[in-house]
């Protein structure tokens, strides 16, 4: 049971390629931010790391669930094609 992370990545790089006038503008602000008011930054960042682990996990637990059940359907299957 892997996961596809070069699919993820092209994923996300495809998404700031096409929206990169918002990257960069993200990227300033947050550069701004850390040089003004590095306090809220790093709580900002904080905050943002817990949600991209929470997402990561439930991610990650919805495709596991989504793999096991293709699995039980397939051996399901093939057991009926077997009688």
């Known amino acids: 049971m892997s996961l596809n992370f070069e ?3 092209l994923e996300i ?3 700031f390629r096409a929206n ?3 990257a960069i ?3 300033v602000v947050l ?3 850390l040089v003004r008011k590095p306090k809220l930054f790093f709580t900002i960042a904080l905050l943002v790391a817990i949600n991209i682990a929470t997402l ?3 991610s990650y637990t919805a495709s596991v669930s989504d793999m096991q059940k293709k699995k ?3 051996k399901t ?3 009926i094609r077997a009688y």
């Open 77 to 79: 299957t093939e057991q």
């Open 25 to 27: 503008a993200l990227g």
């Open 13 to 15: 790089l495809t998404y």
């Open 31 to 33: 550069f701004l931010l």
């Open 56 to 58: 990561y996990v439930i």
């Open 20 to 22: 990169i006038h918002v």
């Open 72 to 74: 039980l359907i397939s």
């Open 7 to 9: 699919s993820y990545y």
